[in-house]
């Protein structure tokens, strides 16, 4: 069917060199899920992890003794990951992807991947847990800065984010704190 193969005009829009980032985005992304499985989805496991051990011990103590994470818990986690992909993530991938910097072309992209893998590869090797979205956040705020002098870059929406990656910490304690505050004593 003709309709559907690429037309020769759209062919002939890619450069050479765009061509060849195209291509490489492809793969520095799947090294970057690699990263993100390795980091973020690590994160929601263990505490997934910590309250089933908990459950099937009947106490706090055996949840942080390091012991081996069941494989379906893993698979629980990841495929939570995945359901939040699917339903949340485009909005994510509209606002970093088109929102936050006017123009990310195929290098840009590249840039943006393989600095956010980098940076979360390194990190979960270290063993510090990090965002890959924040990672990410600030690839294409300082690629956009740069490259632009800042035009490109939404500052008010980056101000947006900014604050709530600030707000994120205490409102996440004030929900643990409210919780232990009502279950703590069903548990006694």
């Not at 495929?79 to 929102?99: E, N, P, R, S, Y």
């Not at 893998?117 to 740069?146: D, I």
Request: proline share 4%.
């Amino acid at each position: 069917d003709a309709s559907s193969a690429p037309s020769s005009q759209s062919q002939a829009a890619i450069s050479p060199t765009d061509a060849m980032f195209r291509a490489l985005l492809v793969y520095v992304a799947a090294l970057e899920s690699f990263g993100h499985g390795a980091n973020d989805t690590a994160n929601s496991t263990g505490p997934l992890s910590a309250i089933w051990e908990t459950y099937r011990s009947s106490g706090a103590e055996a949840a942080c003794s390091g012991g081996e994470t069941p494989v379906w818990v893993m698979a629980v986690a990841g495929g939570c990951v995945a359901f939040g992909v699917i339903v949340f993530g485009g909005h994510v991938i509209q606002t970093i992807g088109k929102d936050l910097s006017s123009t990310i072309d195929f290098r840009k992209g590249w840039c943006v991947e393989f600095s956010t893998t980098v940076t979360v590869v390194v990190a979960t090797v270290l063993r510090y847990p990090v965002s890959t979205t924040h990672c990410k956040v600030g690839s294409v705020v300082f690629l956009g800065a740069y490259v632009s002098g800042g035009k490109e870059v939404d500052w008010r929406l980056f101000g947006k984010i900014a604050v709530t990656w600030v707000l994120t910490l205490p409102l996440s304690m004030a929900i643990s704190a409210l919780g232990i505050a009502i279950f703590e004593p069903m548990i006694r």
